[in-house]
């Protein structure tokens, strides 16, 4: 019996191992997500807690208290959730409701926006701490190593696990779209 090109590209992609670790940094990502969004809205509800390392205005806001702080932060409580269901989306069978081509872009457009937001605010907060940059005015200093150790790094990591969950599912349903894709030609 004779391997087709699918078959073979199939086994290679298994061989590979991307399925399976598009699978696990699927569910890492979603749970960056779901921890990012849970300090958001602990801080939405008032606490206080590690609050002076966000630094700036945010600290302001957050210190002050009232309804546009708690609307801007229960925001970012659901863009957070959102991210970390759009990481879900990739790996569980409820994600299969959401056309390929959509789930691709938005996954992929949302991994390297927050690759590109989380490593320049990690090289250019690092770059201020080191003395290479020197900002007018003046710099929580606090606040920054915060943001180039945790916070924007936090942005970083789950981007990058979001880029990679989103490579595995494309190659994971590349061979599926195919085959519909032809079975459809052959049908029309």
């Known amino acids: 019996m004779t391997t087709t090109r699918t078959e073979k590209r199939q086994s290679a992609a298994a ?3 991307w399925p399976a670790a598009g699978t696990v940094t699927a569910y890492a990502a979603a749970i960056v997500a779901f921890g990012y969004a849970l ?6 509800l008032g606490g206080h807690a590690l609050v ?3 630094g700036g205005y945010a600290e302001q806001v957050a210190r002050r208290g009232g309804a546009l702080p708690l609307l801007i932060a229960l925001a970012a409580v659901l863009a957070k959730v959102a991210g970390g269901l759009l ?5 569980r069978p409820w994600g299969r ?3 390929r081509g959509r789930l691709l872009t938005g996954s992929a457009g949302a ?7 989380g490593g320049l605010n990690v090289l250019l907060g690092a770059l201020v701490l080191a003395g290479v940059i ?4 003046g710099v929580d200093r606090t606040a920054l190593r915060w943001h180039v150790g945790v916070w924007d790094l936090w942005f970083l990591v789950w981007g990058i696990l979001l880029a990679l969950a989103t490579v595995g599912y494309w190659r994971r349903t590349a061979t599926r779209a195919r085959r519909v894709g032809t079975a459809h030609r052959a049908h029309s």
């Open 15 to 17: 061989a590979s191992g």
């Open 39 to 44: 300090m958001s809205l602990y801080w939405a």
């Open 52 to 54: 002076t390392t966000i």
């Open 87 to 91: 990481a879900l989306a990739l790996v």
């Open 97 to 99: 409701m959401v056309p």
């Open 111 to 117: 991994g390297a926006l927050l690759v590109v937001y």
């Open 134 to 137: 020197h900002p007018t005015g």
